[in-house]
């Protein structure tokens, strides 16, 4: 394998086969050493969660591909925390950042309120989804971009941003019902989505770490919630 790119979360190698390998790190975004997914830099590092994000991710995306949702996964090894991956082209690399995320929002807190508390509380839940796009660049703190913005800048076509976003919304539904089967309640959660031969996908992870979520009004750490999901 070579590696191509270090991540905050993981590290990318290129496989002979043409496909991508996806070296999952025990690192978390936050800020003190406090779990936070909406943060842009590593906050803390914690034990086992590498591999507690692979084992999740590969839950959903099984998931997803029973519900017709085509992603870039094609296998892991879960021992070694590496998950095989389709290559594909990510959003808004050749703006000088590392990609482009996309966030939904179920309720509103973390950044969202930072940004705008005097508007709405902090818990409100968001009906229907609030979907927004952030380009991953840690000089400029992650900066917010419109839809609107996406297409001109040439990031993807406006029927490309459609289908992001309805991907979005559709598989943060998945997730929700069935955190909600086990009592759990969604509150944010954050993807990445590329294109392989034209066509938009959702790439990288659905993990523990990339998620806000409750349980009877309490934040579940990412170790905790991965055993949630998978020892039910």
């Not at 803390?44 to 996964?73: M, Q």
Request: charged share 25%; aromatic share 8%.
């Amino acid at each position: 394998m070579k590696l191509t790119y270090v991540g905050k979360t993981k590290d990318v190698y290129q496989l002979e086969n043409g496909n991508v390998m996806l070296k999952f790190k025990d690192d978390c975004t936050g800020k003190d050493g406090v779990f936070d997914p909406g943060e842009n830099s590593v906050g803390l590092t914690i034990e086992g969660i590498g591999k507690a994000n692979l084992r999740t991710s590969v839950y959903y995306f099984d998931l997803l591909k029973k519900a017709g949702i085509k992603t870039h996964y094609v296998s892991a090894d879960v021992d070694n925390a590496m998950m095989e991956v389709l290559p594909a082209e990510c959003f808004g690399k050749d703006l000088g950042g590392n990609g482009l995320e996309v966030i939904c929002r179920l309720v509103a807190t973390g950044s969202f309120i930072r940004r705008y508390g005097e508007y709405i509380k902090d818990g409100t839940p968001l009906e229907g989804g609030y979907v927004e796009c952030t380009f991953k660049n840690d000089a400029k703190g992650d900066p917010l971009v419109t839809g609107e913005g996406l297409v001109a800048l040439k990031v993807m076509t406006a029927e490309m941003f459609e289908s992001m976003k309805a991907q979005t919304l559709a598989i943060t539904k998945i997730v929700a019902d069935d955190l909600k089967t086990i009592g759990l309640d969604l509150w944010d959660i954050k993807f990445e989505f590329g294109y392989n031969n034209g066509e938009v996908i959702l790439i990288d992870e659905i993990a523990s770490g990339n998620m806000r979520v409750y349980k009877d009004g309490k934040i579940v750490d990412p170790v905790e919630l991965t055993k949630l999901i998978l020892n039910r």
